[in-house]
């Protein structure tokens, strides 16, 4: 009698192990809601489609080109122009060229082929600004010194002239 409940302890450990530990080791229980959430039901196969439904519709007007007022916030003031243009008293019809957001906004939804020319042009035009600044700031910086040494020349100039009319 002693062997077979030995045998009975010896196994329940791993029997044990395998049954509980290992399980929630390979496929751990998540942890209980809090108690102050409520559990939804679950939905309806006809709830379901109308989710997914109205998800491909979302999802098929991101897809059209008009990006939308949002994007585009003075929109108010080319349609003045357009009616002062189409009065006749503006010049001649001239097209604009999209805003940088316009811009990276249709390259972001032709994928990321469109969107690094984009980018490439975004970086581009702000380097050759930076260049640029950097350019006249340098150009006015060597101005404003060749400003103080002539106003220094000439003090110096002056105190010589000064000291050389003063008789010793």
Partial sequence: MLVPMKLKEVFQKPRDYIRYDLKEIAFPSSLPDPPHIKKR????????????????????????????????????????????????????????????LEDLAVSARGGMETLLPALQRLYMTRASAYRDALKSFIEGYQEGIQNVMEKNIERESEKDGKDSEKPT
């Fill in 41 to 100: 039901r679950k939905l309806t196969w006809i709830e379901r489609y109308y989710v997914i439904r109205e998800a491909c519709r979302l999802y098929a007007a991101s897809w059209v080109r008009d990006l939308g007022p949002e994007l585009r916030p003075n929109d108010h003031k080319q349609a003045e122009e357009d009616k002062y243009n189409q009065d006749g008293g503006g010049h001649e019809n001239k097209k604009k060229e999209p805003s940088t």
